[in-house]
């Protein structure tokens, strides 16, 4: 047969998966052809080839094999694999074996198989007897003996596999009877986990952590499926193996699953450490009046106590306050306005409870000469806004005055702070007020106040938020974009500051992009993008020659795009044209460039500044004025030049530096970039991720987990944040590293959980970031009304209460009939009046409370979000929770109120009530203020 020759094995029949209880027979046949006369057949067992033995015969007529187990053991459970093979190729099946630990039968009793009548198995073996003789069994004996033997126990397997069996149970789908709970253990440490499940035909056990299938041979592994009972065993957990576990079980009725959280724990070793001093100020020069502030930067794994004393004695805590930055491990001791007394060594010692370390700083305050004081003043005050809901909102302004001012914002005369919702930005001169997303309740006006020693100035916008669906009900009729003002040619010189406006209309509102020589730009340090009412601005900060070239705005919408154009010229032809003026503001005609050197090594910024009258000039660094001293000199020549000498660089004095100069004509600065590197450490490799983060997606309650794989020489500095808001370790958090792997485990995620998780790595070398979401699915309706759920305990059901929510993050909060479900209220008719959902919003805004001394405070406010928000109460950066002092309530229809028990003199402050779901947070804030009855 010539096809035989020329062809590789097919595999006609394939095997058939089995199941069997301990002590059966079990019997596996397959058709194999075109082997040829040279072919072989292999049977393999986990891979591994079967030998023939006292408990295995294999099998061969022509093109039909099989392989026979006799008096099956739990052991030999598994994958059984036949091989074909010839000259020209081979062709293999597989199929499983599931052992249970009884015989099948009536409750899984053996004993019913000798009900049958000896006829029956006389019958099977008589036939088994005839076709053996003539083709099974080619290699062995004419024996009647040995055929017999054979045909006896070969008749009781085809009894069990293939007769009904009387009192056989009826076929059910699996059931989990016991399940395994969350484990928390430390890396190293065996863990087993196990549950119990039933079923007919019993069922088949498949394990899963976080979504990946174990398999034979995974590393530390292993699986055992005995009667009932289905076992994982890790026998050394790493931290790779915190997830979900799963094990689903299945059968030809049905699936089952049971799961539960593994959570493994860094050692203490990696958790806890002495605390770090990496950044504090060796000197500072002030004149009197001057804000005294020292600041210390600190890395600590557990909180750390830092005590601030002053030429060996402890500080007044009656004038000093500290401040704590989570964000950026930086501590700040301000002692209000400076006099000559507060020279002196301070001394900044931070204490953990695996050590101490400690810092110097030298602070110098001299008497100032009369005259030299200058009132605060704005150069560029607030521009009042108007905008639509969730637009990002920009306040700037720009301050004059020596020393130079403090600034601080509010709004509706609330103070304003840095929190996930207003970021507060300075940059020399330069200040802003960012609102991330503005909203209707957001708008008011917003006042910047900026005092020194010679006085206060302060000045006011107005923000104005509409109501994205009230606009569209009275939207003018579909227009397509307009131009209203066009863009203006500008000369500059540089330095200076340019602005380039024009507007638009359209309807729907049209969206702006902005180009220099056809390239689109982008907001950022350079160029600022925003709005101010009906006009769009550019601003191009400090212009350079570069910066010349044809900007154009491009405005479009549905129904078509506008466009206009202007030339910006940068060059020094524009000095020359204004200098026989009678006066001339100042020009930084060559601007500061950044400047890198080694530490220990010295460092020259130098520019050249015109402008008529002279300028004074000012030279900061990081916002800080630089006096003259032995590690500062500053000069300037007559033509104009002006320079700052560092004697000596050390990393700390990295920054960026500005060269500010003013006359009466007007103010003009130059900045540049320091970098020190560490002479010790050599030029290192930037922090690279070799993995970055991935997006992650999770259901309420189950963990999160975050991981990257950084590179870098000197071995970089990871730091976790969510929402820009600095994560450590904690029980809620888990953050650990496994040689260059990095890991962020949240172990119960919910939905004020979610937001931006951001990985930042930082060395001497510079530092890289990458980000991904976290998204907090909530359960669906029917599963998040349930108030418990049924769990079994052999047959019989019992009910067990749905798993807590943490609460050492988040404020208790409850509902109007006092039920509290994981610290979280559920209204069904709020969470079901959305398909698509809504992010939280303040519907009623939280107001200024006055309250007399001794009586009760209420704040309140009501608020709207589906999927239904979690809320949280702060008092400053304190979580407030249900106790004496304080009683939360919050109603089914939105409404939230914090009430203050007997208030005293400390409750005044500010509070404020944070809402979040899976959509989106906001937040609303208000006074408490305490008068005397």
Same mark, same amino acid.
């Given at each position: 047969n010539l096809s035989i020759k020329t062809n590789k094995p097919i595999v006609v029949r394939h095997l058939d998966n089995k199941h069997c209880a301990v002590g059966d027979w079990v019997q596996f046949e397959t058709e194999i052809r075109n082997l040829g006369n040279d072919g072989r057949v292999t049977w393999l067992f986990s891979g591994k080839p079967l030998e023939v033995s006292d408990n295995v015969t294999i099998i061969t007529d022509g093109n039909n094999h099989a392989l026979i187990l006799k008096g099956v053991e739990l052991h030999q459970y598994g994958v059984y694999t036949v091989k074909g093979v010839n000259e020209y190729g081979s062709s293999s099946s597989d199929a499983s074996l599931m052992v249970t630990g009884q015989t099948i039968g009536t409750a899984h009793d053996r004993s019913s198989v000798t009900s049958y009548k000896s006829s029956v198995i006389e019958e099977i073996t008589e036939e088994i007897i005839r076709t053996s003789r003539t083709s099974m069994l080619p290699n062995t004996t004419n024996d009647d003996n040995v055929f017999q033997d054979y045909a006896l126990e070969s008749s009781k397997s085809i009894v069990l596999e293939s007769q009904p069996i009387a009192g056989q149970l009826e076929l059910t789908p699996p059931r989990v009877t016991r399940r395994f709970e969350d484990h928390v253990t430390t890396e190293g440490n065996r863990v087993v986990l196990e549950c119990m499940a039933t079923g007919n035909p019993p069922p088949t056990a498949t394990w899963s952590t976080s979504g990946k299938l174990v398999k034979p041979g995974d590393r530390g592994y292993s699986t055992t499926h005995i009667g009932d009972r289905c076992c994982l065993t890790i026998e050394s957990a790493a931290l790779s193996d915190s997830g979900r576990v799963a094990c689903s079980l299945s059968n030809s009725q049905g699936t089952s699953q049971c799961a539960a959280n593994l959570i493994v724990k860094a050692s203490q070793e990696q958790i806890i450490g002495k605390p770090e001093i990496i950044k504090v100020d060796r000197r500072i020069d002030l004149v009197v009046g001057e804000p005294l502030v020292l600041s210390c930067r600190l890395r600590s794994r557990e909180p750390p106590?830092?005590?601030?004393?002053?030429?060996g004695f402890p500080l007044d805590g009656s004038r000093y306050s500290v401040n704590v930055d989570d964000v950026s491990g930086i501590y700040t001791l301000s002692g209000g306005p400076s006099t000559v007394d507060d020279s002196g060594r301070y001394l900044c010692r931070v204490t953990n409870g695996q050590g101490a370390v400690q810092a110097f700083t030298d602070v110098v305050v001299s008497d100032y000469v009369s005259g030299t004081l200058d009132p605060p003043k704005f150069i560029q005050p607030i521009r009042s806004v108007e905008t639509t809901e969730g637009n990002e909102v920009r306040f700037e302004v720009r301050v004059a005055g020596?020393?130079?001012?403090?600034?601080?914002?509010?709004?509706?005369?609330?103070?304003?702070?840095?929190?996930?919702?207003?970021?507060? *930005?300075?940059?020399? &001169? +330069?200040? %802003?007020?960012?609102?991330? #997303? @503005?909203? $209707? !309740?957001?708008?008011?006006?917003?006042?910047?106040?900026?005092?020194?020693a010679a006085g206060e100035s302060s000045c006011?916008?107005? *923000?104005?938020?509409? &109501? +994205?669906? %009230?606009?569209?009900?009275? #939207? @003018?009729? $579909? !227009?397509?974009?307009?131009?209203?003002?066009?863009?203006?040619d500008i000369h500059r010189s540089p330095g200076a500051n340019v602005r380039l406006v024009c507007g638009c209309k359209g309807s729907p509102k049209p969206q702006v992009a902005w180009f220099k020589n056809h390239n689109?730009?982008?907001?950022?340090?350079?160029?600022?993008?925003?709005?101010?009412?009906?006009?769009?601005?550019?601003?191009?900060?400090?212009?350079?020659?570069?910066?010349?070239?044809?900007?154009?705005?491009r405005f479009t919408n549905p129904?078509?795009?506008?466009?206009?154009?202007?030339?910006?010229?940068?060059?020094?032809?524009?000095?020359?044209?204004?200098?026989?003026?009678?006066?001339?503001?100042?020009?930084?005609?060559?601007?500061?460039?950044?400047?890198?050197v080694m530490e220990g090594k010295p460092a020259t910024f130098s520019c050249l500044i015109q402008g008529r009258p002279e300028p004074e000039i000012i030279w900061t660094v990081n916002g800080n004025r630089i006096r003259p001293s032995k590690?500062?000199?500053?000069?300037?020549?007559?033509?104009?030049?002006?320079?700052?000498?560092?004697?000596?660089?050390?990393?700390?004095?990295?920054?960026?530096?500005?060269?500010?100069?003013?006359?009466?004509?007007?103010?003009?600065?130059?900045a540049g970039f320091l970098t020190v590197e560490a002479a010790d450490r050599g030029a290192g490799d930037k922090p690279f991720f070799v993995r970055s983060l991935r997006k992650c997606e999770v259901m309420e309650g189950e963990p999160a987990q975050f991981e990257v794989q950084v590179s870098g020489q000197p071995e970089p500095e990871i730091q976790w944040l969510r929402n820009n808001v600095q994560l450590y370790h904690?029980?809620?958090?888990?953050?650990?590293?496994?040689?260059?792997i990095y890991r962020l485990v949240v172990p119960e995620a919910y939905p004020d959980d979610a937001g931006k998780i951001v990985c930042v790595a930082k060395n001497i070398a510079g530092q890289a970031q990458c980000s991904a979401p976290l998204i907090v699915r909530a359960p669906s309706l029917a599963s998040a009304s349930s108030w418990s759920r049924l769990d079994f305990d052999g047959d019989t059901p019992r009910e067990s209460p749905l798993p807590r929510r943490r609460s050492s993050l988040r404020a208790h909060t409850v509902t109007s009939d006092s039920r509290v479900i994981g610290q979280s209220a559920f209204s069904t008719d709020s969470m079901t009046s959305t398909s698509h959902g809504d992010p939280p919003r303040f519907a009623t805004t939280l107001k200024t409370v006055v309250s007399v001394r001794g009586l009760p405070a209420v704040i309140q406010g009501s608020i709207t979000g589906n999927p239904v928000p979690d809320v949280t109460w702060y008092k400053g950066e304190n979580i407030i929770m249900e106790s004496s002092k304080y009683h939360i309530t919050r109603t089914q229809d939105g409404r939230v109120s914090l009430e203050i028990k007997d208030v005293v003199g400390t409750d005044e402050g500010e509070f404020c009530c944070k809402a979040g779901n899976s959509l989106g947070m906001a937040s609303c804030t208000a006074q408490l203020i305490v008068e005397d009855g």
């Amino acid at each position: 047969n010539l096809s035989i020759k020329t062809n590789k094995p097919i595999v006609v029949r394939h095997l058939d998966n089995k199941h069997c209880a301990v002590g059966d027979w079990v019997q596996f046949e397959t058709e194999i052809r075109n082997l040829g006369n040279d072919g072989r057949v292999t049977w393999l067992f986990s891979g591994k080839p079967l030998e023939v033995s006292d408990n295995v015969t294999i099998i061969t007529d022509g093109n039909n094999h099989a392989l026979i187990l006799k008096g099956v053991e739990l052991h030999q459970y598994g994958v059984y694999t036949v091989k074909g093979v010839n000259e020209y190729g081979s062709s293999s099946s597989d199929a499983s074996l599931m052992v249970t630990g009884q015989t099948i039968g009536t409750a899984h009793d053996r004993s019913s198989v000798t009900s049958y009548k000896s006829s029956v198995i006389e019958e099977i073996t008589e036939e088994i007897i005839r076709t053996s003789r003539t083709s099974m069994l080619p290699n062995t004996t004419n024996d009647d003996n040995v055929f017999q033997d054979y045909a006896l126990e070969s008749s009781k397997s085809i009894v069990l596999e293939s007769q009904p069996i009387a009192g056989q149970l009826e076929l059910t789908p699996p059931r989990v009877t016991r399940r395994f709970e969350d484990h928390v253990t430390t890396e190293g440490n065996r863990v087993v986990l196990e549950c119990m499940a039933t079923g007919n035909p019993p069922p088949t056990a498949t394990w899963s952590t976080s979504g990946k299938l174990v398999k034979p041979g995974d590393r530390g592994y292993s699986t055992t499926h005995i009667g009932d009972r289905c076992c994982l065993t890790i026998e050394s957990a790493a931290l790779s193996d915190s997830g979900r576990v799963a094990c689903s079980l299945s059968n030809s009725q049905g699936t089952s699953q049971c799961a539960a959280n593994l959570i493994v724990k860094a050692s203490q070793e990696q958790i806890i450490g002495k605390p770090e001093i990496i950044k504090v100020d060796r000197r500072i020069d002030l004149v009197v009046g001057e804000p005294l502030v020292l600041s210390c930067r600190l890395r600590s794994r557990e909180p750390p106590m830092v005590t601030w004393m002053k030429d060996g004695f402890p500080l007044d805590g009656s004038r000093y306050s500290v401040n704590v930055d989570d964000v950026s491990g930086i501590y700040t001791l301000s002692g209000g306005p400076s006099t000559v007394d507060d020279s002196g060594r301070y001394l900044c010692r931070v204490t953990n409870g695996q050590g101490a370390v400690q810092a110097f700083t030298d602070v110098v305050v001299s008497d100032y000469v009369s005259g030299t004081l200058d009132p605060p003043k704005f150069i560029q005050p607030i521009r009042s806004v108007e905008t639509t809901e969730g637009n990002e909102v920009r306040f700037e302004v720009r301050v004059a005055g020596f020393p130079l001012p403090q600034v601080s914002w509010f709004r509706e005369g609330h103070p304003v702070t840095n929190s996930p919702d207003f970021r507060l *930005l300075s940059h020399g &001169d +330069s200040h %802003a007020l960012v609102i991330r #997303e @503005a909203y $209707p !309740e957001d708008s008011g006006k917003i006042s910047c106040v900026i005092p020194n020693a010679a006085g206060e100035s302060s000045c006011v916008g107005q *923000l104005i938020v509409k &109501d +994205s669906g %009230a606009i569209s009900g009275t #939207e @003018a009729p $579909p !227009e397509a974009p307009t131009i209203t003002q066009s863009l203006m040619d500008i000369h500059r010189s540089p330095g200076a500051n340019v602005r380039l406006v024009c507007g638009c209309k359209g309807s729907p509102k049209p969206q702006v992009a902005w180009f220099k020589n056809h390239n689109k730009l982008k907001h950022g340090t350079k160029f600022k993008i925003y709005e101010e009412g009906k006009q769009h601005v550019l601003m191009v900060n400090n212009s350079s020659i570069a910066d010349s070239g044809e900007f154009m705005a491009r405005f479009t919408n549905p129904l078509g795009q506008d466009e206009t154009q202007c030339s910006l010229i940068v060059d020094e032809s524009n000095v020359t044209a204004v200098s026989d003026s009678s006066s001339q503001p100042p020009v930084a005609v060559q601007p500061l460039s950044d400047v890198s050197v080694m530490e220990g090594k010295p460092a020259t910024f130098s520019c050249l500044i015109q402008g008529r009258p002279e300028p004074e000039i000012i030279w900061t660094v990081n916002g800080n004025r630089i006096r003259p001293s032995k590690y500062f000199r500053i000069n300037r020549t007559p033509d104009g030049t002006c320079r700052l000498h560092l004697s000596e660089c050390f990393p700390e004095d990295s920054g960026q530096y500005v060269c500010e100069a003013r006359n009466t004509a007007g103010v003009a600065s130059t900045a540049g970039f320091l970098t020190v590197e560490a002479a010790d450490r050599g030029a290192g490799d930037k922090p690279f991720f070799v993995r970055s983060l991935r997006k992650c997606e999770v259901m309420e309650g189950e963990p999160a987990q975050f991981e990257v794989q950084v590179s870098g020489q000197p071995e970089p500095e990871i730091q976790w944040l969510r929402n820009n808001v600095q994560l450590y370790h904690s029980h809620d958090i888990e953050i650990s590293r496994q040689g260059d792997i990095y890991r962020l485990v949240v172990p119960e995620a919910y939905p004020d959980d979610a937001g931006k998780i951001v990985c930042v790595a930082k060395n001497i070398a510079g530092q890289a970031q990458c980000s991904a979401p976290l998204i907090v699915r909530a359960p669906s309706l029917a599963s998040a009304s349930s108030w418990s759920r049924l769990d079994f305990d052999g047959d019989t059901p019992r009910e067990s209460p749905l798993p807590r929510r943490r609460s050492s993050l988040r404020a208790h909060t409850v509902t109007s009939d006092s039920r509290v479900i994981g610290q979280s209220a559920f209204s069904t008719d709020s969470m079901t009046s959305t398909s698509h959902g809504d992010p939280p919003r303040f519907a009623t805004t939280l107001k200024t409370v006055v309250s007399v001394r001794g009586l009760p405070a209420v704040i309140q406010g009501s608020i709207t979000g589906n999927p239904v928000p979690d809320v949280t109460w702060y008092k400053g950066e304190n979580i407030i929770m249900e106790s004496s002092k304080y009683h939360i309530t919050r109603t089914q229809d939105g409404r939230v109120s914090l009430e203050i028990k007997d208030v005293v003199g400390t409750d005044e402050g500010e509070f404020c009530c944070k809402a979040g779901n899976s959509l989106g947070m906001a937040s609303c804030t208000a006074q408490l203020i305490v008068e005397d009855g």
